[in-house]
């Protein structure tokens, strides 16, 4: 549902250009953000094409054309650039919050109590990491669009706040020789007061 928003709103932004069709749309999209995002499903944007429209966001018609179906061409309304502004004018929360897999993963392993569980969750990770950060290299050097370049770098930070993380766990659940493992197996939180390293910092 938050993916449908977020992509709602790139449509709207889309349309803001001017009147347009679904394949044109998709392809108008999947230019626009690079390819970190992955292919836009064109049923999906139909859906959403499709809800806008019930909003009053866009309004549709159908043209009729001499060898092909009939094409349906979206355009913004008033409501719809309304919409966009708003969008626009407010920050924007992380998605989600801050549910990950991967925390959860690595809450499984450590309090597994097996020093050998975490050290391959955390190393498969960080080998999934890095050549997720090589990928994205590539990509932000091949890029020719300053914008997809941007995009291309945010997700080359979020990637590499994600290494840093897998480092903080190995420090904080390894460095003891599996002590720490042990106490959080049997169930005694409140050793995890005592740990060392940056997640277990008070400040």
Same mark, same amino acid.
């Given at each position: 549902?938050?993916?449908?928003?977020?992509? @709602?709103?790139?449509?709207?932004?889309?349309?803001?250009?001017?009147?347009? !069709?679904?394949?044109?749309?998709?392809?108008? $999209?999947?230019?626009?953000?690079?390819? @970190? +995002?992955?292919?836009?499903?064109?049923?999906?944007? !139909?859906?959403?094409?499709?809800?806008?429209?019930?909003?009053?966001?866009?309004?549709?018609?159908?043209?009729?054309?001499?060898?092909?179906?009939?094409?349906?061409? !979206?355009?913004?309304?008033?409501?719809?650039?309304?919409?966009?502004?708003? +969008?626009?004018?407010?920050?924007?929360? &992380?998605?989600?919050?801050?549910?990950?897999? $991967? $925390?959860?993963?690595?809450?499984?392993?450590? &309090?597994?109590? @097996?020093?050998?569980?975490?050290?391959?969750?955390?190393?498969?990770?960080?080998?999934?990491?890095?050549?997720?950060?090589?990928? *994205? #290299?590539?990509?932000?050097?091949?890029?020719?669009?300053?914008?997809?370049?941007?995009?291309?770098?945010?997700?080359?930070?979020?990637?590499?706040?994600?290494?840093?993380?897998?480092?903080?766990?190995?420090?904080?659940?390894?460095? #003891?020789?599996?002590? *720490? *493992? #042990?106490? *959080? @197996?049997?169930?005694?939180?409140?050793?995890?007061?005592? &740990?060392?390293?940056?997640?277990?910092?008070?400040?």
């Amino acid at each position: 549902m938050e993916e449908t928003v977020a992509i @709602q709103h790139a449509v709207l932004a889309l349309l803001a250009r001017g009147p347009s !069709y679904g394949y044109e749309l998709k392809g108008a $999209f999947e230019g626009a953000v690079g390819p @970190q +995002w992955g292919p836009l499903n064109i049923g999906h944007l !139909y859906q959403i094409l499709d809800r806008l429209s019930r909003d009053g966001l866009v309004v549709a018609e159908r043209q009729a054309q001499a060898v092909k179906p009939d094409r349906v061409v !979206y355009e913004i309304t008033q409501a719809g650039r309304a919409e966009l502004d708003r +969008w626009l004018g407010e920050p924007s929360p &992380r998605s989600g919050g801050f549910r990950d897999d $991967f $925390f959860l993963k690595v809450t499984a392993a450590a &309090r597994s109590g @097996q020093p050998a569980t975490v050290r391959t969750v955390l190393g498969n990770q960080r080998g999934h990491l890095m050549r997720e950060l090589r990928n *994205l #290299d590539g990509l932000r050097r091949r890029t020719e669009d300053p914008v997809v370049g941007l995009l291309l770098t945010a997700a080359s930070r979020h990637v590499e706040a994600d290494l840093a993380f897998v480092d903080d766990a190995e420090a904080v659940l390894l460095a #003891d020789g599996g002590a *720490l *493992l #042990d106490t *959080l @197996q049997a169930g005694r939180p409140e050793a995890a007061d005592r &740990r060392p390293g940056p997640i277990g910092a008070t400040g």
